[in-house]
């Protein structure tokens, strides 16, 4: 009985200790180190495991690899960056968990970049409480574009809309002019997610202007089975193909769509359904197989690249193999990295050079980014990616694509950049983010929220 | 003869689901035949996983949550394994693994827990599963990896005289298709005629009754998770040359569930059946019925497949508890 007793103390003595332990550094010791943190701390959240591994994974790689370049240049002006990985497995749930965890760690996260629509769905309601900044390149709300209302995020590059709107418009050079999409079928192929619908409202638009069926055909998630998809294709014979998927379903979309017989020449992915992972495995049966690129391909002779498999491969201290530098989702988490550093260079420029920035001040610099040709080029970025220039009410800073084929081994860019339509685009976002303000009653922000 | 009005009923309207595309003017016949043929073959790759669900359930009355799992490890071997060697040897090879593993399942799981609750061993195979998942991935990559059986991807147009387009097969699905009933077949033997087989009945009669007159239930249990293993090879094999190994696999073994449902937990031919049923039933569902549902009812969209035939399992259910194949029981109380 004794015994029990006393065991039982020295139980609620250790899980009091435990507790303490959990709660008292999170007071002065968290404080102190943002009073006196040298360093500038970046979360990554990954997915190295699961059903979207094979896209998670290069572009972690990219990402990390990224930011030991910068460290290896001499981090921002002085200041090194710190970071660490969290697994998400692409599931909104312990997505929002690593944020919840990694959010005050190294005296505090200066931005997240989720790589899911889902993610940044649940994190676009916390983000503005902790206030901490969103990045969302190339993914993400649509409607995020307009920062009067989306204080805290920046899809840069691009969205889902100006990703539908570049697709509609180079069909239309295609055919001969943009009249000339009167009559003919386009099919949108989806993955059933907010991801998936995303294109729609704007490809919706965009037949009634030009006068073509959109004929929507989901897909279930992941997308391993797409039979009924590619029997619905076989049997509407559309004039094109629109693949909006992600992970194992865009390489099973060319294999059904290769078994159903559909010319993959006709086929159109979204910049999501254009990296090697997709087509690899399929390889001549996805010839001729068109993607968008966000900006940039497959770069593996940008200077940047290069940089990296000697800066940091050359040093041993590259993150996945060397053979993946380059390659398209490589260079999408490359850039997204890049994005995430260049704010704080940004914001460094207002409140202090050589000094660690908080995620407010960050988020400064992410909305007054300014990154013209002339330093994107001393990156390392020449070729790669165009100027990006954001402001209070664009939150995006370019909207611009290029269109690359599969020629059976390597991905080659196959038209000319081009824009999507801000006349188009500009009155849908203001509308829908009015919307969301209404029903989340956020109050738009002031001209002086703006400047200060 | 009475009694089954329910079961008749349902079959005469599903019969009158399946037919009523075509009749009704909405679907050409050769498109029809071809989405027929199109569900009859995805219901033979369900099957496949199936099998393995009700082999181990029939012998040993455990619902094995980590078949799908399995379907991917096995995969993921046999790919990964034939990038070093030749295919046959790569699969020699990861037969023996899965082999391997029934054994240690044996050995740390399974007779730790005999004679506990049906759900406790529920639970252990799901911990399975997710072991197996994470462990597969770490020791063979989470990349998307190919087998190749060498079979061309291209589609073949049959009676392109007789239907507007023809009718498209794809030879892929008839070698699975093929493959299932060669590995059907084989399982009817080895369960009949071999005196395993004849043991393995014994136990899934009766536990006890089969311990004692002599049958080794460990051992039985080995025997039965290597056959499983062997379909989740088979079915891993056929289902990655088709669509690449990746931990996707898994989540095949989820369309698997409602096949055993309906087809009734311990019975091989209610596997096959089941996976037919199901397989046919989502494909009409999906390309037939979902667009006019979306249309009549103005809903958002979205495929109907997933949720159509776990709704077709639970309409079984109601008027056949058992599963289409399955054991009546009647319990003394």
Redesign the interface.
Known sequence: MKLTGKLKLLAAAAVAAGVLASVVPQGPAYAQSKAVAKEQYFPVLVYRTGAYAPNGVPFANGYVDYLKLVNARGGINGVKLVFDECETGYATDRGVECYERMKGRNGGATVFQPLSTGITFALTDKAPGDKIPLITAGYGRADTQDGMVFKWNFPLTGTYWVAADILIQHLGKKEGGLDRLKGKKIALVYHDSPYGKEPIPLLEERSKMHGFELLQIPVTAPGVEQKSAWLQVRQARPDYVLLWGWGVMNSAALKEAQATGYPRDKMYGVWWAGAEPDVKDVGEGAKGYNALALQHGAEPNSKVAKDILRDVHGKGQGTGPKEEVGQVLYMRGLTAAMFAVEGVRRAQERYGKGKVMSAEQARWGYENLALDQKKLDGLGFAGVLRPISTSCADHMGSAWARIHTWDGAKWNFTSDWLQADDQIIKPMVKASAAKYAGEKKIAPRTVADCQA | MKKNWPVYTLGALLAAGLIAPLASGAAAPG?WL??LI??L??GVLYSLVALGFALIFKASGVFNFAQGAMVLFAALSLARLSEAMPLWAAFALSALIMVVFAWLVERLVLRALVNQEGVTLLMATLGISYFLD?FG?SLWG?????IDLGIS???T?ILESVFQGGI?I?K?DLVATVIAAALVAFLAVFFQKTATGRALRAVADDHQAAQSIGIPLNHIWVIVWSVAGVVALVAGMVWGS???V????Q??AL?ALPVVILGGFTSVPGAIAGGLIIGVG??MA??FFGPVLVKAFDLA???I??WFAYMLALIFLLVRPEGLFGERHIDRV
């Open positions: 498109f071809e989405v199109g569900g073959m995805a994470g991935q989470s990349d998307i990896y190919k991807k291209d589609p147009i498209l794809s892929e088709k669509l690449g990746q931990f996707s696999l989540q095949v369309k989502e494909k999906e390309v969209g979205g495929g497949e997933n």
